[in-house]
């Protein structure tokens, strides 16, 4: 008996994301983008809520500038991006991955009652569609 095909969102987020904060320094994000081996990562205040998003190509050259300039490295904040493209949990699959034919991120915040719930990656969405394609 196969396992049932993931259909939404919710069945293949991440929901223990990593996630920082606008006060963060650019720094602290990139060892954790590193750590997490992600690309980016969703911004939120203290409440969970989703207030941007910050990619390795956002920080990159300040990063470099900072460590040639021996400058303090700037904070998140200075640089996240605050238009997010987020998705519900209850998104279809299909869905979703249609819109990233479209859309370049790859990583979606899910966003539930405008708190970050978790994210959902592209690789995460082709696995889907792999697994859906073989129930």
């Known amino acids: 008996m196969h396992d049932k095909a993931?259909?939404?969102v919710r069945d293949i987020m991440s929901r223990d994301c990593y996630r920082v904060t606008g006060?963060?320094?650019?720094?602290?994000?990139?060892?954790g983008?590193?750590?997490?081996?992600?690309?980016?990562v969703p911004v939120v205040d203290k409440k969970d809520h989703l207030i941007g998003f910050i990619s390795e190509q956002d920080v990159l050259g300040k990063l470099l500038e900072s460590a040639y300039?021996?400058?303090?490295?700037?904070?998140?904040?200075?640089?996240?991006?605050?238009?997010?493209?987020?998705?519900?949990?209850?998104?279809?699959?299909?869905?979703?991955?249609?819109?990233?034919?479209?859309?370049?991120?790859?990583?979606?915040?899910?966003?539930?009652?405008?708190?970050?719930?978790?994210i959902v990656t592209r690789r995460d969405v082709l696995?889907?569609?792999?697994?859906?394609r073989h129930s």
Request: net charge negative; glycine share 4%; no cysteine.
């Open 6 to 8: 993931p259909t939404i």
């Open 23 to 31: 006060d963060a320094s650019v720094r602290t994000l990139a060892e």
């Open 33 to 40: 983008l590193a750590l997490h081996r992600l690309p980016g």
């Open 69 to 118: 300039l021996n400058d303090e490295a700037p904070l998140v904040r200075e640089l996240m991006r605050h238009e997010v493209l987020a998705v519900s949990p209850n998104k279809s699959i299909t869905d979703l991955a249609q819109e990233m034919l479209g859309a370049k991120p790859k990583v979606f915040p899910v966003v539930e009652q405008e708190r970050l719930i978790g």
């Open 127 to 132: 696995i889907a569609v792999l697994r859906m």
